[in-house]
């Protein structure tokens, strides 16, 4: 393990005329290089566009991020390749139990991978920030386009504290960071893992908080959804896929029942690549009641689910309920927690299900970004925000998620409204989101 940094020192040091954010392709979410290798055997000829979409339209981040300062950072992450190390690592490391996860002629097409080109002004306070590409390039960017955002807000809020302000600021969140695995400690068969790239602190905070796990909590953390983290620290690299397969897939589909249809087939060309622990079911992108309404009686054999926008207790027990209904044990299934995790959640979630299903939790953004009450005097800026950057349109077509939770919904409201009246509305519920 790599001796922990002096992140303190560190930030206040800088004096790169350029400090850049994005190092590596390999700084991203697994599922976006599983799911990468999908689509370029599946869907090279689709072309789709990312957006930006600020949850907390208050936060007016143009004004708290200069424009230049985020034009460099996109311009030089596009700059970055992959090495011949990261290379060797993806073609030979075992992931899943799988020895060669990542095919010989796939590898070879991402050697010469490049980010694409991107568009970029500012309206009102907000960014609008675009990728319009192949369904194959246009998908890199969201992970690395959100960390860079989230650590130039960090960046900008601290930019004015002095090395004791910034000394005291880092001894609190790595004091809050204590508590939380002195609480994680009592949760006997806990399985966690990292799930906080695209909106942390920062990449230096997000590896601190995966070293400390990986002491404070050696037999219950499992891993980090970052690539590059994983690689670096010699963890497991977690995660399966995204809501944007289905969000395309209904978006080129040419009928009602064909819209009705795209989860399943998402999850059969999902099961065409992989199996065993990648077969986790993403159910709510239109909303989870639909999906296990229509569900084919062979999604119950899937390994487990990731229920993602209903409240943790509420979405387990209606997928456990449905699992009985198939005439299929819970206790052999999975559940990964994913959806705005702390402590008090993580704990509630473990103590209701513990021993009825198996279960598995990706803490995201309040563990890498929670510096709340951190700062020697107030600063709205470390409080982390909802920022998301999803899929908006493919092959010309609106691409719409309706999720558990209204406020979560992206789309048309003309296309959202269609959307929901072929899946319908049932169970949807919404809620505050807060990140």
């Not at 004004?63 to 311009?75: C, M, P, S």
């Not at 819209?259 to 709510?284: F, H, M, Q, S, T």
């Amino acid at each position: 393990m790599a001796r922990i940094l002096d992140i303190a020192k560190r930030v206040h040091d800088h004096t790169w005329k350029l400090d850049p954010i994005v190092r590596s392709l390999l700084d991203t979410d697994f599922y976006k290089l599983l799911m990468l290798q999908m689509i370029w055997k599946m869907h090279r000829d689709v072309r789709v566009t990312f957006s930006l979409i600020n949850r907390n339209p208050k936060v007016r981040l143009a004004d708290e991020i200069d424009v230049g300062e985020l034009r460099e950072q996109l311009d030089n992450a596009r700059t970055v390749g992959l090495s011949k190390k990261e290379l060797i690592w993806l073609a030979g490391n075992s992931f899943y139990g799988s020895k060669q996860i990542f095919e010989p002629e796939f590898l070879a097409w991402f050697t010469d991978f490049s980010l694409p080109g991107y568009d970029l002004s500012v309206r009102d306070g907000q960014f609008e920030l675009e990728f319009d590409a192949p369904w194959t390039d246009a998908m890199m960017w969201e992970i690395p386009a959100l960390a860079i955002i989230n650590e130039l807000r960090s960046r900008a809020a601290v930019r004015s504290l002095g090395p004791f302000a910034l000394d005291v600021l880092y001894a609190r969140a790595k004091a809050k960071m204590w508590g939380k695995v002195e609480s994680l400690k009592q949760l006997e068969g806990l399985r966690l893992s990292d799930f906080g790239t695209r909106r942390r602190h920062s990449f230096l905070w997000q590896r601190w908080c995966v070293q400390a796990l990986a002491e404070g909590i050696p037999g219950a953390f499992t891993g980090t959804s970052n690539v590059l983290l994983a690689m670096d620290n010699d963890l497991e690299a977690v995660g399966t896929n995204a809501h944007e397969l289905p969000m395309v897939y209904a978006a080129l589909a040419d009928s009602e029942d064909a819209i009705r249809a795209a989860p399943y087939k998402v999850l059969e060309d999902w099961n065409k690549l992989y199996g065993g622990n990648l077969l986790i079911v993403l159910p709510d992108t239109f909303g989870t009641a639909a999906f296990l309404r229509d569900a084919p009686d062979w999604v119950a054999d899937w390994t487990g689910f990731r229920p993602d926008s209903a409240p943790p207790v509420e979405g387990g027990e209606r997928i456990i309920e449905w699992w009985k209904s198939r005439g299929r044990n819970p206790k052999e299934k999975l559940l990964i927690f994913s959806d705005g995790l702390d402590t008090g959640t993580i704990t509630k979630t473990f103590h209701h299900f513990n021993g009825r299903v198996r279960m598995a939790f990706g803490w995201g953004t309040n563990l890498t970004n929670d510096f709340r009450d951190c700062a020697p005097q107030a600063n709205d800026q470390l409080q982390a925000i909802s920022l998301v950057c999803k899929v908006t349109s493919a092959n010309g077509r609106p691409a719409v998620k309706l999720s558990d939770n209204p406020r979560k919904a992206t789309g048309d409201g003309d296309v959202v409204r269609r959307y929901l009246e072929i899946f319908g509305s049932e169970e949807r519920v919404e809620r505050k989101v807060v990140v």
